[in-house]
């Protein structure tokens, strides 16, 4: 659908020449490499980011390049595989982004799935102990949880502003305190008790709400945030500070919008598909509610 959309407004607007159009549009790569997911290699390999209406599903891309490697070395192999295999992941890939970031381009360091794979391993650490210590995680209150996520979004952010022959130790941590409080806040809200008082709380709420859609949420801000520029000519900062914070504004309610009836009209029913016959063994455990 995204696609769909996009190249078709590309299309419409391909004999106007502003900054707005070419920040959605220019130097988009062929449907086929979308379609395929290997935009976050290609990205990499020409160390620049190529039409913003589509250049966030790079993320998407490592995702299924991870999806399809993982699974196989988990049916291959055994535990103590896995736990090796998790913990060289963790080591290796700042290494990569590091040895990456000075031999190619930061871009490349960036979004190459090699570059990412101690954020899975992290995912992957999570599952293991899950699966091991289910009633020690089950105990586990959410303070530890949450100072646990703040270490390692600082950890994170330090790799993140990393430079070959610089030490920009602001930058690293500019963002660190967002971070870490979106992180608080998600995982108090999860690893709460069924009933607590935070269930009743707005936050709370709002989280659920735009977690059960966050999938529709990231596939389309982009999308919304570049035709909101389109329409106010805002780009920064080309349009001055009040027009770009309108268009911004502009571009989030869009998204929620579009971002809830994606998740109603196209994501449930695929979802709900997944209850058939062909799907009835691959059912997890829990479901998110």
Not at 22 to 32: E, H, I, K, N, R
Not at 266 to 273: I, K, Q, R, S
Request: charged share 10%; with cysteine; hydrophobic share 60%.
């Amino acid at each position: 659908l995204l696609l769909a959309v996009g190249f078709s407004l590309s299309w419409l607007f391909s004999d106007i020449d502003t900054p707005s159009v070419a920040w959605l549009w220019s130097g988009a790569y062929s449907p086929l490499v979308y379609l395929g997911f290997l935009q976050n290699i290609m990205i990499g390999v020409d160390s620049v980011w190529r039409a913003n209406f589509f250049a966030h599903t790079w993320s998407l891309a490592v995702e299924e390049q991870f999806y399809l490697v993982i699974p196989l070395l988990v049916v291959l192999t055994g535990r103590r595989a896995l736990v090796a295999f998790t913990l060289a992941a963790l080591v290796l890939g700042p290494v990569a982004r590091m040895w990456i970031a000075a031999d190619y381009s930061t871009i490349a360091a960036y979004c190459w799935p090699v570059s990412r794979m101690d954020a899975f391993a992290w995912g992957m650490a999570v599952a293991l102990f899950a699966h091991a210590r289910p009633d020690l995680l089950r105990r586990t209150p959410a303070g530890p949880l949450a100072a646990a996520a703040i270490a390692l979004f600082v950890l994170f952010q330090a790799f993140a502003g990393w430079r070959v022959g610089e030490a920009p130790v602001a930058y690293a941590l500019k963002f660190t305190f967002v971070d870490a409080t979106a992180a608080m806040l998600v995982l108090a809200a999860a690893a709460a008790p069924a009933g607590a008082a935070i269930e009743r709380a707005h936050v709370h709420r709002a989280l659920a709400w735009m977690g059960e859609r966050c999938f529709s949420l990231y596939l389309f801000h982009n999308a919304c945030m570049g035709l909101a520029f389109l329409a106010a000519s805002a780009i920064w900062p080309e349009g001055g500070v009040l027009p770009f914070l309108v268009a911004i504004a502009a571009s989030w309610i869009a998204a929620l919008a579009i971002g809830d009836l994606s998740y109603r009209r196209v994501e449930l029913p695929f979802m709900a598909g997944g209850s058939g016959p062909l799907f009835a063994r691959r059912q997890p455990a829990t479901a998110l509610g």
